[in-house]
């Protein structure tokens, strides 16, 4: 499996395997941006937060939520 998946990155990005391994992520992303003229984004497949949490049993109401995210990160 591991020469498919090296044979089909090597394919996509064409550039060979040795390569992508030996270069930092960010170098990578980098030229991957200037030859897009995007920047490179990642989108959540869960629901924005205050929307309830797929991961459990129940929701999470969105006073609980905001309360979480201020201890977390507004220290």
Not at 16 to 30: C, F, G, K, Q
Not at 52 to 69: A, C, L, S, T, W
Request: glycine share 8%; proline share 7%.
């Amino acid at each position: 499996m591991g020469k498919i998946l090296d044979a089909a990155l090597e394919r996509l990005t064409g550039v060979s395997i040795d390569v992508l391994r030996n270069t930092p992520l960010a170098e990578i992303r980098n030229g991957v941006e200037e030859r897009t003229g995007k920047p490179t984004s990642f989108p959540s497949m869960y629901p924005a937060i205050g929307r309830g949490n797929v991961m459990r049993d129940y929701f999470i109401p969105h006073e609980e939520v905001v309360r979480k995210f201020d201890r977390l990160f507004c220290k």
